[in-house]
């Protein structure tokens, strides 16, 4: 029986030894490699254009002054009168226009993916009123009255309207979800309007000062002003960085950003803390400028898409063009006189994002 059993089975087949097989990598796709391309391009643009502003910056104002001669008092200094003018005025101008532009358009893009509100602004947790706050109270009651002095009342004005916000937001079951963070900004930013206007109705001379810096201007920074924010710009621009992919993962959704890995909370405070530095930079650079925050973040995703690893650094570049340009136009329009650079952000600001919501849907 045994026999019969081995007899009926089939032959096995013979064993060959094969050579290990040695796969070429995988090609990248052509949409992905045109993508990419795209998203190179416009980067490309981008940087020229914020090399013409900073020309333009150099060189428009009151006084008219070369290129070649801007570019002479840059690289060899010089005593001419256009030589001071390039760097004692507008050299600190412009350098506090790229800090502040790219400082309010990267918090903007953080505040949009962390509420998941298309519509959001550094504004939107109270943090700009936060810093106006601040800057009220020490002009009225601290007896400070020079631009550089404001910048430490307002980074202290964000910071505590900031704390106070996610401090309400996580309280609760559900902690700080994107309409729990907006609510409660909504919130303090009611509360600091009522404070800022009932300080400033009672002192006269509060008023005159605080009404020159709330409208948001370049005129008047030096080169003070820059070093004592840039150490924060680089520490918030290195928390938004940080967390580029989790805000991928929160555009999909919580519960798919768990799935993913990402720790939303942390993920949240992260991003809420690099946006509260980067936005007290801003306002207390230049004052609460609008519109940067709010239109930017759309037209640098209209260009390299949602991805935030691209959508940041695209928004660090037409920040400071679009600020820039708004301070030269406002140099200009009306000579002698000048239109402060928050006018001109709104006036320019809006028929960019109109025309992009009229071409096409805007995804936050």
Known sequence: MTADR????PPRAPLVRTSPVHTSPVPTSPVRASLVRRRLGWTAAAVVALLLAVLLSLAVGSRQIAPSAVLDALLHGGSSDAADIVRSLRLPRTLIGLMVGAALAMAGTVMQGVTRNPIADPGILGISQGASAGVVLAIAFAGVHTLSGYVWFAFAGAGVASVAVYAIATSGRGGATPVK????????????????????TTKAAALDEFRFWQIGSLAGRDTGIVGQIWPFLLVGTVLVIAVARGLDALALGEDVAK????NVAVVRIVAALGATILTGVGVAAAGPLAFIG???????????????????????????????????????????????AGVMTALIGVPFLV??????????
């Open 6 to 9: 081995t007899s009926n089975r």
């Open 259 to 262: 799935g993913l890995g990402q």
């Open 181 to 200: 963070l907006a609510l409660s900004g909504a919130a303090i930013n009611a509360l600091l309007v009522s404070v800022t206007t009932g300080v400033l």
């Open 355 to 364: 025309t992009l919501v009229r071409r096409k849907a805007v995804a936050a």
């Open 294 to 340: 709010l239109a930017v973040p759309h037209i640098a995703r209209a260009v390299v898409g949602t991805d935030h690893r691209w959508v940041l650094p695209m928004a660090a570049l037409i920040g400071p063009v679009m600020l820039l340009v708004s301070d030269v136009v406002g140099r200009v329009v009306f000579p002698p006189s000048e239109v402060p």
